[in-house]
């Protein structure tokens, strides 16, 4: 190769090696480049992460620290918890879902004394096993698996009943288990040693008050027996020596005696009715009765002790209420003599009046009553209303130093309306008067509204002639309710001004005066009226028929009472019933009950009455109650002599006394029934006469045979009603004529 050749190579080689040095130089300077790039980027990354790791340590620094005090926190929490829980005298203990104890405070493991191996990680199972075996439970009985099998049960049930136990120490424990989320269960074991204590502290305090109630309530009886066994004596004594010839100075001692005595027994009554209220020993009777009849008998009481007054007694009854209810009869007089006794106490002057209204139940088909006693006596204070409702209190101010009284009456008249479910309250103005109301609301017996009176023909008007103002209004009133005109004066004189008049019917006031010495009837038959007169009395005198009256109504006058005079002098004027008895109206007109009918036969012997009775004095006082009867009267002093009395000659009514030496009465009775059972003879009327008047005495009387109980002191009346009642066909009327009147 020659020489340009080789430069031409050398020169194209060197050309090859500056464009490859080139290009390699282009790649160094790129590569530079993006190293440079990567470099500064790599930089920046380094840069953030040392931010973001200083960020995450400042972070991580604070978390721990907050981490830190958290576990302090809960470490104390836990301290304090457990330092509670150690220090409360009751045990604490918690079991996992398997049943295994996880932890448990000193108390809970107190009665195992230390053993080692009951505590946490000690399962149900053998920590029963342990109780059982070491003897720390009493077993009250049971057999030792069968105990343990028993607990397990309890434990394992979906509800965990609290049980109590009783520990060797004497320890009275009860646990309380519940269960939380995951099967965990927290146990209680309660320490109630004082409770069960405190329990039987409870238990023996209260049977010994029911001892002593017991013992209050025999003293009760027994005091209530004691008492009115003499109190007979001298109530009935007094009774019928009013009955004897006496002068006026006698007349006064006697009637002394006996209001002294009865009003001994209705203390006694208010003493005995508030103790069975506060023993919450009095219940209810509820039967049919007349609630009208009973307002009228409790007025009928009450009339004596205004014989000397200037007080009238009066009965507003709406014309159109039923009188036949459901209830307890005598709770309800004793509401009405209470309120009635004491406004007749407290009047002066004026009237008391008992008004009852009534209107049907919504609810029901009962009568919601409304039952006021309104008086004109010396009224109540507003600050003193509610006192009188509370016990042994009256209106305290220096004239209620003359009313005598427990105080109770009031408070037994609260309770006893409150235990019918009713109201009472009072309305009084001091010198104006008081009105005491109540509401009750009681099951209407039967539909007994009374019939609508059967007017006399030909009569026009009612002339109604009373000096009492309220009786008057209130007559003239259901006058007009009856669709008749009605013209209500005050005295005989007005009465003429009104010209009675053919077409007319009088209603006359008994008590009117005439100016003369003859009665206001005679009065006004001799001034020329023959029309029918009714005659209003406070007691029903035969006179008044003798004077010229139709009929005699006793004061204060039943609405039935009234309504059936009016219909007994239509139906005589119709002439439909000339000779028909009368209903009621007639009270105090003599009879011939007991004459017997043209042609029969008389009867042949007395009436035979037995009267078992041990004490002298009661023997006595029941011998002059029925001296003046024509009965064959034998005495028994004791329940042997009555069985031996009965045998020998069978009685026709037998009068027996419950409290008597030997046998008695109840056991008396027991074998007379007996004998009369075993012989086919009748069986005998028995009416026990019994000092025993305590709620309850007179059921359990009647339960053991008896057919009736009257409570001494007897009543007279009482006692002639049994005699009347029971006397058989073949007998003489044992009753005279008025006694007979009088017993009706």
Not at 255 to 267: D, F, H, P, R, V
Not at 667 to 675: N, P, V
Request: charged fraction near 25%; glycine fraction near 8%; include cysteine.
């Amino acid at each position: 190769m020659n020489e340009p050749d080789l430069l031409a190579r050398e020169r194209r080689a060197r050309l090859a090696a500056e464009r490859l040095l080139d290009l390699k130089q282009a790649e160094l300077h790129d590569a530079n480049r993006r190293l440079a790039a990567h470099a500064r980027a790599l930089s920046d990354e380094i840069v953030e992460t040392r931010e973001e790791t200083e960020t995450l340590k400042e972070r991580t620094s604070d978390a721990l620290v907050r981490l830190e005090t958290a576990t302090a926190q809960t470490l104390i929490a836990e301290r304090r918890l457990w330092q509670s829980v150690e220090t409360i005298r009751d045990g604490f203990a918690v079991w996992d879902a398997s049943e295994v104890m996880v932890a448990a405070n000193a108390a809970y493991l107190e009665p195992f004394d230390g053993m080692e191996a009951v505590g946490p990680g000690i399962s149900y199972a053998e920590m029963l096993r342990i109780v059982v075996d070491e003897g720390i439970a009493d077993l009250e009985g049971s057999l030792p698996d069968a105990w343990i099998a028993g607990m397990l049960a309890r434990w394992r049930g979906d509800q965990i009943a609290d049980r109590v136990i009783r520990l060797w120490s004497g320890k009275s424990i009860q646990l309380t288990d519940r269960r939380g989320e995951g099967g965990d269960t927290v146990s209680l074991a309660l320490d109630i040693t004082d409770r069960v204590r405190y329990e039987a502290e409870l238990k023996e305090a209260h049977r010994k008050a029911e001892a002593a109630s017991r013992a209050k309530s025999a003293f009760l009886a027994n005091m209530s027996h004691e008492i009115r066994t003499p109190m007979n004596g001298v109530v009935g004594m007094a009774d019928l020596l009013a009955d004897t010839a006496l002068d006026e100075e006698q007349r006064l001692f006697v009637e002394t005696i006996k209001t002294s005595g009865e009003a001994l027994l209705t203390l006694i009554n208010d003493v005995l009715d508030y103790s069975k209220i506060e023993a919450e020993k009095l219940t209810l009777h509820p039967d049919p009765f007349d609630l009208e009849r009973a307002i009228h008998e409790v007025m009928l009481l009450m009339r004596p002790s205004l014989r000397d007054s200037d007080v009238s007694l009066a009965l507003d009854y709406d014309i159109f209420m039923p009188t036949r209810f459901i209830g307890d009869a005598g709770r309800v007089r004793q509401i009405l003599t209470n309120l009635v006794g004491n406004a007749v106490k407290f009047t002066r002057k004026g009237h008391v009046l008992v008004r009852v209204v009534g209107f049907p139940d919504p609810a029901g088909n009962g009568q919601c009553i409304r039952l006021s006693v309104e008086d004109t006596g010396v009224g109540i204070p507003p600050d003193m209303a509610e006192h009188i409702f509370g016990e042994f209190n009256q209106v305290e101010d220096e004239r209620n130093r003359s009313f005598e009284g427990t105080g109770l009456g009031l408070a037994i008249t609260q309770r006893l309306v409150r235990l019918m479910r009713g109201d009472i309250w009072v309305d009084s103005e001091p010198g104006v008067g008081s009105c005491f109301g109540v509401s009750l609301t009681l099951p209407v017996a039967e539909d007994d509204s009374p019939p609508l009176a059967q007017i006399p023909e030909g009569v026009s008007r009612i002339l109604i002639a009373d000096a009492q103002d309220t009786s008057r209004l209130i007559l003239a009133r259901q006058v007009e309710a009856l669709g008749l005109a009605a013209v209500a004066v005050p005295s005989l004189a007005a009465l003429a001004q009104a010209a009675p008049a053919p077409g007319d019917l009088v209603v006359l006031d008994g008590g009117l005066s005439s100016g003369a010495e003859e009665s206001p009837v005679r009065h006004l038959r001799k001034a020329g009226f023959s029309g029918p007169i009714l005659l209003m009395a406070d007691t029903a005198p035969g006179a008044g028929l003798a004077d010229g009256a139709d009929a005699v109504l006793a004061r204060p006058c039943r609405r039935r009472e009234f309504l059936a005079a009016l219909a007994d002098l239509g139906q005589r004027a119709a002439g439909q019933a000339a000779t028909a008895c009368d209903t009621g109206a007639r009270k105090g007109a003599r009879t011939d009950a007991g004459t017997p009918e043209p042609g029969a036969l008389a009867p042949m012997r007395a009436m035979r009455i037995l009267a078992a009775e041990d004490n002298r004095t009661n023997r006595l006082v029941f011998g002059k109650i029925v001296k003046a009867l024509d009965i064959d009267l034998t005495f028994a002093e004791n329940g042997q002599q009555a069985v031996e009395a009965y045998m020998a000659c069978p009685p026709d009514l037998v009068f027996m006394d419950i409290s008597m030496p030997l046998v008695d009465g109840t056991e008396a009775t027991r074998l007379i029934r007996a004998h009369a059972r075993d012989t086919g003879l009748p069986a005998p009327r028995i009416v026990a006469m019994t000092a025993h008047a305590m709620d309850g005495d007179a059921e359990a009387l009647l339960a053991r045979g008896l057919d009736r109980v009257l409570t001494k002191p007897l009543r007279k009346a009482l006692i002639l009603e049994e005699i009347a009642n029971a006397c058989p066909a073949e007998c003489r009327p044992p009753l005279p004529a008025a006694e007979t009147t009088a017993a009706e």
